[in-house]
């Protein structure tokens, strides 16, 4: 009798076993998996900030300050990756065709929206393929020569040029970069004669600028900014519409003569189209944080910088209306690049 029990009740236990997983299934097929959870769960793994220049430039230096800090706040490593190369594009092109999980970023910069219009075709579609974080800072632009040159200021600069005209040679971070196309409305301004020497980065133009085998550049402050100050290098005007703080006595082009120039250059992460929204808000909030601390700030004063720390819709109408400006700039350059 009591085998026969134990062995009349084994099915059903069975059927009540099946039962249970069958509306664990259930439940689980309709429960969604909701932004708080992916978000709890996110990053499980070290996160990759793509640098589209070598190391040394102003956007190498921004990304190694951001991820140290962003590494901490994460509880991730943030690994740099540097991928220079056409004027920057071919680092955002990696990240463009990345996953995305959130887990590739780029370190973006003014150089984005103006190859928009420079490059006549592009393998990504930088308004469509990106999904906007925040901006970090913004960096003015400073024309320098070598201190050796015979030249104190933009006057002197632009008689050089006109009476030897085999010395204009200036280099910049590559062609359609801002410097380039600073450059190309500096010449047109001044009517002077210039050769444009595309670097892949700030740190091997620093070299050839100091070493005396290009004349001048307008490269960003931060990568300058030490050579300035133990007079290497010496400043004539930044390419903005006001002074920067950092070099305070360095008159703008505006007031050395030159009308029109306002070109800074800005920083920004952002992340490959269609990386989910809370893993954005997330990146967002952490990367806010880590650029409106103290420490962060002191740190972009030493090298020029003015941090932002925008919502990514903030940064969103800011592409747009960079890039739609630089299109103006570039049709009216006439620089093209194949």
Same mark, same amino acid.
């Given at each position: 009798?009591?085998?026969?029990?134990?062995?009349?009740?084994?099915?059903? *236990?069975?059927?009540?076993?099946?039962?249970?997983?069958?509306?664990?299934?259930?439940?689980?097929?309709?429960?969604?998996?909701?932004?708080?959870?992916?978000?709890?769960?996110?990053?499980?793994?070290?996160?990759?900030?793509?640098?589209?220049?070598?190391?040394?430039?102003?956007?190498?230096?921004?990304?190694? %300050? =951001?991820?140290?800090?962003?590494?901490?706040?994460?509880?991730?490593? #943030?690994?740099?990756?540097?991928?220079?190369? !056409?004027?920057?594009?071919?680092?955002?092109?990696?990240?463009?065709?990345?996953?995305?999980?959130?887990?590739? @970023?780029?370190?973006?910069?003014?150089?984005?929206?103006?190859?928009?219009?420079?490059?006549?075709?592009?393998?990504?579609?930088?308004?469509?393929?990106? !999904?906007?974080?925040?901006?970090?800072?913004?960096?003015?632009?400073?024309?320098?020569?070598?201190?050796?040159?015979?030249?104190?200021?933009?006057?002197?600069?632009?008689?050089? @040029?006109?009476?030897?005209?085999?010395?204009?040679?200036?280099?910049?971070?590559?062609?359609?970069?801002?410097?380039?196309?600073?450059?190309?409305?500096?010449?047109?301004?001044?009517?002077? %004669? =210039?050769?444009?020497?595309?670097?892949?980065?700030?740190?091997?133009? !620093?070299?050839?600028?100091?070493?005396?085998?290009?004349?001048?550049?307008?490269?960003?402050?931060?990568?300058?900014?030490?050579?300035?100050?133990?007079?290497?290098?010496?400043?004539?005007?930044?390419?903005?519409?006001?002074?920067?703080?950092? =070099?305070?006595?360095?008159?703008?082009?505006?007031? %050395?003569?030159?009308?029109?120039?306002?070109?800074?250059?800005?920083?920004? #992460?952002?992340?490959?189209?269609?990386?989910?929204?809370?893993?954005?808000?997330?990146?967002?909030?952490?990367?806010?944080?880590?650029?409106?601390?103290?420490?962060?700030?002191? *740190?972009?004063?030493?090298?020029?910088?003015?941090? #932002?720390?925008?919502?990514?819709?903030?940064?969103?109408?800011? =592409?747009?209306?960079?890039?739609?400006?630089?299109?103006?700039?570039?049709?009216?350059?006439?620089?093209?690049?194949?």
């Amino acid at each position: 009798m009591t085998s026969q029990r134990l062995g009349a009740a084994v099915p059903s *236990r069975r059927r009540v076993l099946q039962a249970a997983m069958a509306a664990i299934t259930a439940i689980t097929a309709i429960t969604p998996f909701t932004g708080a959870q992916a978000q709890q769960t996110w990053p499980f793994k070290p996160v990759t900030l793509v640098v589209p220049f070598p190391p040394g430039g102003t956007t190498d230096v921004l990304a190694r %300050a =951001l991820g140290t800090a962003l590494a901490k706040s994460l509880g991730q490593p #943030v690994i740099i990756d540097n991928r220079p190369g !056409a004027g920057a594009t071919i680092g955002a092109d990696y990240v463009a065709k990345s996953k995305p999980d959130g887990y590739t @970023l780029l370190m973006g910069a003014v150089h984005h929206t103006i190859a928009t219009s420079v490059y006549k075709k592009l393998p990504y579609d930088f308004q469509k393929d990106f !999904a906007p974080i925040t901006t970090v800072a913004v960096v003015p632009n400073v024309l320098v020569v070598n201190s050796s040159t015979p030249v104190r200021n933009v006057a002197e600069l632009v008689a050089l @040029l006109k009476a030897q005209p085999d010395k204009g040679t200036y280099g910049s971070n590559g062609n359609g970069t801002a410097q380039h196309l600073i450059g190309t409305q500096f010449q047109n301004s001044t009517g002077v %004669a =210039l050769t444009h020497i595309p670097y892949k980065g700030s740190g091997p133009l !620093a070299t050839d600028l100091l070493g005396g085998q290009i004349l001048m550049s307008f490269d960003t402050i931060t990568p300058v900014l030490q050579h300035i100050r133990s007079h290497k290098l010496r400043a004539l005007a930044v390419t903005t519409a006001t002074r920067s703080p950092a =070099l305070p006595e360095v008159p703008t082009l505006d007031e %050395a003569g030159l009308k029109g120039f306002n070109i800074g250059t800005w920083f920004g #992460v952002l992340a490959p189209a269609g990386t989910p929204r809370d893993i954005v808000a997330r990146l967002n909030t952490e990367m806010v944080k880590v650029i409106q601390s103290p420490e962060f700030i002191k *740190r972009m004063d030493e090298i020029g910088a003015q941090p #932002v720390g925008d919502k990514p819709e903030d940064m969103a109408r800011t =592409l747009k209306t960079e890039t739609e400006r630089f299109a103006e700039l570039v049709r009216v350059g006439k620089v093209v690049m194949e």
